[in-house]
């Protein structure tokens, strides 16, 4: 019987519940060449474990408590089984995996904290409260939107997630049938999360996907702060969660098209994204550009030659503060993209996590050069930035790509939104107080193509991505298929996702109307918008003059 025990204590040791010693090592090499014997419930019926006695004692070096004795019996009259001990394995793997992803989505969650303190901050005393409060409902106003249809939409079709027990009633996708090939375009199952989908693997993944949803439709409040009618806001933030967003995130993550170009036309794995540097911060960038062009700039933003000019945010400590927040619930965005910490590949989250820090450093580092170089002097705001525009392009590749390839792709995601920022606001005079559109659209794109550049081929999530066997390689590392995938996801984004971002806003311009009065934004929001200064204490004082000013005139 030694094998049978061997087997036996292997099996337990998954549980937790035994501890294989350091010098039977050699025994265990040896049980591994020998022919693997089954393990039966008669195998479990000479298990000791603790009694009642020994645990009213305490347990002060926990070699007590997690034993046989805590395995669920389905029927204790019969005693422990087999298949309860296989049963317990499997709940175990999906606990360990729910109770991850669900920490990950609280962690994302609370990045709208750090949002709101970097957008409230770069915008002006006297919008404080609006700014902060557009942040505070973008929140409820996203999620509603989601819970009716957006989750939905974008995965009602995802059945098959093992990582989280299947999610199985998800299993509708609308498709069309062309060239021979299906084309997914939107789910249909989950509305209202009622019916069948009222299961606790799709609660789990509502929670992550709503989180992630939310993070894209805060993105457009910066870009629109300090005019944005309050009531538009609204109407907007709704359409993007429940149309916009959800569109490109099945297309990306449901099982829509996008992911299905490995599988129908062998371009590498298909559209690959692993957390959203294209399905969310693409997408609320370029939402962001359609909006601040419809809304138009601030006034005084620039002058009768069309040169700008800077309006300084009022409290740059609240500006980098917010920073910190979102690097911290960045370790939930990227990280919590495996859906995962057990089975399937998903312990490279430690690989996962060093990259999103790599990059949020490297990116700062790019700003503050490219800053110090150009104007002699390292620029706190854009450095905040730079750490934001690191982060935002080492989303997508996060999980495919090494420290080396992650360093590299922050620090010119840092440059590169400088660039941006300077280039928007002269040549396209777009007006962006927090230069929203450059971190997380130009930066986003940015990262979607980085993916098809810099996979290494090294990441093995259950032996495949998309449907197609192997490891995520991008053109650096042998296959330019991937990156031709990643350009025709960026054209999509840049086509049809803006697109259909300034259809949906200029609709609600034309009915609604974006902007605020000119009466209204010169006194500043807070009062004529919301009823209340952000900071009622305060005499702000007209810039220049040392005079009194209503409200910071």
């Known amino acids: 019987m030694p094998n049978e025990r061997r087997s036996l204590a292997v099996a337990l040791a998954v549980l937790g519940l035994v501890t294989i010693a350091a010098p039977a090592r050699a025994a265990d090499e040896a049980a591994a060449e020998a022919p693997a014997v089954a393990l039966t419930t008669a195998d479990l019926k000479g298990i000791s474990t603790p009694g009642a006695d020994d645990l009213a004692k305490g347990d002060p070096g926990g070699t007590l408590t997690g034993t046989a004795g805590d395995i669920v019996m389905a029927d204790p009259k019969a005693g422990l089984t087999l298949a309860d001990v296989v049963n317990q394995v499997g709940q175990n793997r999906v606990a360990i995996n729910f109770v991850w992803t669900l920490v990950a989505g609280f962690l994302v969650m609370f990045m709208q904290a750090g949002f709101a303190l970097v957008e409230t901050g770069l915008c002006r005393a006297k919008n404080a409260n609006h700014t902060m409060m557009m942040n505070f409902m973008v929140y409820?106003?996203?999620?509603?939107?989601?819970?009716?249809?957006?989750?939905?939409?974008q995965q009602g079709g995802s059945a098959g997630i093992t990582n989280l027990g299947g999610v199985n009633p998800l299993n509708n996708e609308f498709k069309l049938s062309l060239f021979g090939k299906d084309w997914g375009l939107f789910g249909t199952k989950g509305f209202f999360l009622s019916g069948d989908t009222y299961d606790v693997g799709v609660m789990v993944l509502f929670l992550f996907q709503m989180v992630f949803m939310d993070t894209a439709t805060t993105i457009v409040t910066g870009a629109a702060a300090e005019r944005w009618k309050f009531a538009a806001f609204a109407i907007s933030t709704f359409c993007l969660g429940a149309i916009t967003y959800p569109l490109f995130g099945n297309w990306a993550w449901g099982g829509g098209w996008l992911s299905q170009l490995g599988v129908n036309f062998k371009l590498g794995h298909g559209?690959?994204?692993f957390a959203g540097s294209g399905v969310v911060h693409s997408v609320?960038?370029?939402t962001a550009l359609a909006v601040a062009m419809i809304i138009g700039p601030r006034i005084g933003k620039y002058?009768?030659?069309?040169?700008?000019?800077?309006i300084p945010g009022h409290d740059i400590t609240m500006v980098l503060l917010g920073c910190f927040i979102l690097a911290f619930g960045w370790f939930g965005f990227n990280p919590g993209s495996t859906l995962g910490?057990?089975?399937?590949?998903?312990?490279?989250?430690?690989?996962?996590?060093?990259?999103?820090m790599l990059a949020g450093c490297t990116g700062s580092f790019g700003a503050i050069l490219y800053m110090w170089i150009r104007f002699g002097k390292p620029d706190a705001s854009m450095s905040g930035n730079g750490l934001l525009a690191g982060l935002v392009a080492i989303t997508a590749p996060s999980g495919f790509v090494n420290t080396v390839g992650s360093a590299i792709i922050g620090f010119s995601a840092g440059v590169l939104v400088c660039l941006s920022v300077e280039f928007l606001e002269r040549v396209f005079k777009v007006d962006d107080p927090v230069g929203a559109t450059s971190v997380h659209g130009t930066c986003g794109l940015w990262g979607v193509l980085c993916l098809g550049l810099f996979a290494d081929g090294t990441s093995n999530y259950g032996g495949s991505w998309n449907g197609v066997d192997g490891s995520v390689t991008g053109l650096f590392y042998g296959d330019p298929g991937q990156f031709v995938a990643q350009l025709i996801g960026v054209c999509t984004l840049v086509g049809v996702i803006f697109t259909l971002s300034y259809v949906l806003n200029w609709i609600v311009d034309v009915f609604v109307g974006q902007r605020v009065s000119v009466d209204a934004e010169l006194e500043g929001l807070d009062l004529p918008e919301m009823g209340a200064l952000g900071y009622p204490e305060f005499q702000l004082v007209t810039p220049g003059t040392g005079h009194s000013a209503d409200v910071g005139r």
């Open 140 to 153: 409820g106003f996203g999620l509603f939107a989601y819970w009716v249809m957006g989750f939905a939409i």
């Open 271 to 273: 559209y690959c994204d």
């Open 284 to 286: 609320g960038g370029l």
């Open 303 to 310: 002058n009768r030659d069309g040169s700008p000019n800077a």
């Open 341 to 356: 910490a057990s089975g399937n590949g998903n312990l490279r989250i430690g690989s996962i996590a060093v990259n999103t």
